[in-house]
């Protein structure tokens, strides 16, 4: 099964509201990362995390390693916040390489 | 914002041709990655290099295709011989360290292969 499973895999808001995607790991996931895909295909970070919380702007997420999932909360969205978001997890060591969600594909509507 | 430059943007190959993308990485940035996206959203990491040296790549990656980071120039990823599976978003991303760092990431160079 997924590695990195995302939900949901699409959502469609109204301008204005608000909304939470998700990310479960099976993996032992140390440090997750949040990316948004625009649809010239370029990736923007938008958190890098440990356990705990941060915030930007609008933005909020979270990441319990404990209970293996991430949270990325969007307050107020706005028609630019639409695209695809990507959750990545990296399971620390000497593996440096990043295992990504399949993405949540957001519409944001007038 | 991201700094990471890929080039071409595009390319288009026929099956068995050699096929050839660029990513200069954001400067000061020691590692650089290497990722397929293909069209189910799905990520493959490919290789990641540590300055000139390769830290890890997948059998496909050695079997199949040619990477290198070479001091002062760009690092490039190029495939031997193009198959229709291969084509995909190829995405490079830099970091400052291999593993607890962000990843920068390009806009990637989207191969077709006919």
Known sequence: GDK????????????????ALRCNFSIAATTVQWFLQNPRGSLINLFYLVPGTKENGRLKSAFDSKESYSTLHI???QLEDS???????????SNYKLTFGKGTLLTVTP | N??????????????????????????????????????????????????QEVLQQIDMT???FSAECPSNSPCSLEIQSSE??????????????GSGNTLYFGEGSRLIVV
């Open chain 1, 75 to 77: 307050r107020d969205a």
């Open chain 2, 62 to 64: 050695e079997k199949r």
């Open chain 2, 2 to 51: 991201s700094k990471v430059i890929q080039t071409p943007r595009y390319l288009v190959k026929g099956q068995g041709q050699k096929a050839k993308m660029r990513c200069i990485p954001e400067k000061g940035h020691p590692v650089v990655f290497w990722y397929q996206q293909n069209k189910n959203n799905e990520f493959k990491f490919l290789i990641n290099f540590q300055n």
């Open chain 2, 84 to 97: 229709a599976g291969d084509s995909a978003l190829y995405l490079c991303a830099s970091s400052l360290q």
């Open chain 1, 83 to 93: 695209g695809t978001y990507f959750c990545a997890a990296d399971s620390g060591g």
């Open chain 1, 4 to 19: 990195v499973k995302q939900s949901p895999s699409a959502l469609s808001l109204q301008e204005g509201t608000n909304s």
